[in-house]
C-alpha cells in the first residue's frame, strides 16, 4: 500500500471513530493533524470551537496548548548549547542576573540539564496560576527563588517549594521550565524576550503562520490574525459544559503557546527529521538524538521516561513515541506525539478540561490515547501485513462486538458445549433489532465466536486472528461504546 493509500485509509478511519469518541466524552470540540512519511497528510476539526455562538471548529481554529509549549522552551535552550552560549551541565546561577537558585536540600548546585529532566529538586507547581495579569517573567521567578518556601497549590499546605536533593527524582516543575525559558531572556545573546526569540528562532523558520508563544493571552498580546480565531474552553461535568474564566500563567514559558495543530505538527516533523523542517535546520541531528534519548523514568505518566523534557514511550520496540500532553486549566487538553518507526506524527486538541474524568485517569484512556492507539494500531498492523477487515458501519461493528461478548460468555465461560437454542437465538438478535442495533453485525458476533475453539487459548487466537471481523485497533473504543473499560475482555479470565 503506497503512502498516499495508507493515509486515505486512516483518515476514513478516523473521521469515522472520532465522532464516536467525542461522543462518548462529550467533547463539544475536537482538531486534528495527521503527518505519515514527514508530511502532513490531514487537518479537520470536528464540533464547535464555541458552543454558545455556534462556531464550529476548523483546521484553522486557534488552540492554547499548555505544557506542549515546554518542548518549544527545551528547544529554544539547546539551540543556545549548541551556539555554545551556556553549556547543558552549566549551574543555570552562572547565567542569571538579576536572582539566584539554591536548593536548600543540596548537594550540589542546580544544572540546565537538571530542569530538562526535572530534577531540580523542586516540586510539582500550579504554573503560578491567576485571574490578572501576571509580574514579568524575572520578577515573578525572582519573588518565587528567594520569598516563597511552599509551592503554590492549596495555598502553600501541599508541601515545600524544594522536595528533593538535585539530580536524585523526577518531579515535574513548571517553577523549572519557566527558569529555562527565563535563562533564553538572561543570555540576551540577541537582546530577545522569550516570546521573542521563540518567535524568530522556532515559529518562524518553521513557517507556523497561526502559532504565538505570548508572555500573555490576552489582545494586547497576541497577534489580532491568532486572537481572533481562538476557541473557548471548557469545564466539563457529565453532559454539562461551562465556560472557563480566563487563567493566566506567570510561568509562561511552562506553556502559553496558542496554535493549531497544523501549525503544531511541524516541530514534530522537525524533530523526526533530524532537525531539520522545509529546508531549516532547527537543531543538529546528534541534539535532537540526546533530547530523544531515555534520560530518567516518569512512573504514572503515559509515556514512562523522559528524554530532555520530551516524553519517551516503548524504547526500542517498533511502537517508540515521543511527545508531550498539555493542558490550560481549566478548559484545553491538548497532545501530540511522534513514531519514528511509523513514519507517523498527530496532534490532537481538545477544547474541554473533564473536571470528573481527570482525576480517575488512566483507569480510562484519554480521547487522545484512544485515538493515537488507533493509528499506531493501524500503521502496526500494516506493518504486519495483516489485512483490514470487510469494510462495515460504526453501528454493526458495535452491535458485532456485543455478539461476540455474548457467545462467548454464555458458550466458552460457562462451558456449556451444546449449541444455544434456537428460539433464544432468535429473540436476541430481534430485539438487536428493535433496538435499532445492526443486528447482522450482532449475528456475525454470535457466529464468529461459536466457530472458534471454546478453549482460553481458541479464543486469544480467535481474537489475535484475520478472523475478527472488526480492526483490532478498533476493539477499546467499541468496548468502551457498550459501556466497558479498556479492551474487551475475550476471554473473561
Do not use: C
Not at 462518548?24 to 470540540?29: A, D, E, Q, S
Amino acid at each position: 500500500m503506497s503512502t498516499n493509500q495508507a493515509a486515505r485509509a486512516l483518515i476514513d478511519q478516523l473521521s469515522e471513530i472520532i465522532p464516536e469518541v467525542m461522543r462518548l466524552r462529550h467533547l463539544p470540540g475536537l482538531a486534528i493533524a495527521v503527518a505519515l512519511d514527514g508530511e502532513i497528510a490531514w487537518e479537520q476539526g470536528f464540533g464547535f470551537a464555541d458552543l454558545h455562538l455556534q462556531v464550529p471548529m476548523t483546521p484553522r481554529s486557534v488552540m492554547r496548548s499548555g505544557s506542549m509549549g515546554k518542548t518549544y522552551t527545551a528547544t529554544a535552550v539547546m539551540q543556545l548549547v549548541e551556539k555554545d552560549v551556556m553549556g547543558l551541565h552549566d549551574p543555570i546561577n552562572r547565567h542569571l542576573r538579576a536572582f539566584q537558585v539554591r536548593n536548600p536540600l543540596g548537594e550540589r548546585e542546580v544544572t540546565v540539564y537538571d530542569l530538562l529532566t526535572h530534577r531540580s529538586g523542586l516540586a510539582t507547581n500550579a504554573a503560578s496560576s491567576g485571574y490578572t495579569r501576571p509580574a514579568p517573567l524575572e520578577e515573578h521567578l525572582a519573588e518565587v527563588f528567594h520569598e516563597r518556601e511552599r509551592i503554590d497549590t492549596y495555598h502553600g499546605s501541599a508541601g515545600p517549594l524544594w522536595s528533593a536533593k538535585v539530580g536524585t527524582t523526577f518531579q515535574y516543575s513548571n517553577h523549572g521550565i519557566a527558569t529555562l525559558g527565563y535563562l533564553v531572556e538572561a543570555a540576551k545573546p540577541e537582546g530577545l524576550s522569550f516570546p521573542d526569540y521563540v518567535q524568530r528562532h522556532i515559529v518562524e523558520p518553521l513557517g507556523m503562520t497561526s502559532t504565538q508563544y505570548p508572555a500573555v493571552h490576552d489582545a494586547e498580546h497576541v497577534r489580532p490574525e491568532i486572537w481572533e480565531r481562538r476557541s473557548t474552553g471548557y469545564t466539563g461535568f457529565a453532559e454539562l459544559d461551562l465556560p472557563t474564566p480566563a487563567i493566566y500563567f506567570a510561568d509562561f514559558p511552562a506553556g502559553n503557546v496558542m496554535t493549531t495543530p497544523g501549525d503544531h505538527i511541524k516541530v514534530l516533523l522537525a524533530y523526526l527529521n533530524g532537525g531539520t523542517y522545509n529546508g531549516h535546520r532547527l537543531l543538529r541531528p546528534e541534539t535532537v538524538k540526546l533530547m530523544l534519548t531515555h534520560q530518567t523514568d516518569r512512573p504514572g505518566s503515559a509515556y514512562g521516561g523522559v528524554g530532555l523534557v520530551w516524553g519517551l514511550a516503548d524504547t526500542g520496540k517498533l511502537s517508540f513515541h515521543f511527545g508531550h500532553g498539555g493542558a490550560h486549566m481549566y478548559g484545553w487538553q491538548s497532545d501530540y506525539r511522534a513514531y519514528p518507526e511509523l513514519g507517523l506524527a498527530m496532534v490532537i486538541a481538545i477544547n474541554r478540561w473533564d473536571m470528573i474524568e481527570w482525576y480517575r485517569l488512566p483507569a480510562r484512556a484519554s480521547a487522545h490515547e484512544l485515538l493515537f492507539g488507533l493509528a499506531a494500531g493501524r500503521l502496526l498492523r500494516r506493518r504486519a501485513g495483516t489485512p483490514d477487515p470487510p469494510a462495515k458501519p460504526w453501528a454493526w461493528k458495535r452491535a458485532y462486538l456485543a455478539g461476540l461478548i455474548m457467545a462467548e460468555r454464555l458458550g466458552a465461560s460457562l462451558g456449556i458445549s451444546s449449541p444455544m437454542p434456537a428460539g433464544a437465538r432468535t429473540g436476541m438478535v430481534s430485539a438487536v433489532g428493535t433496538a435499532g442495533w445492526e443486528a447482522s453485525g450482532f449475528e456475525a458476533g454470535l457466529q464468529d465466536i461459536s466457530s472458534a475453539e471454546p478453549t482460553l487459548a481458541g479464543i486469544r487466537s480467535f481474537m489475535s486472528s484475520d478472523r475478527l471481523q472488526v480492526p483490532a485497533e478498533e476493539l477499546e473504543v467499541l468496548h468502551e461504546s457498550l459501556g466497558g473499560l479498556g479492551l474487551p475482555r475475550l476471554p473473561l479470565l
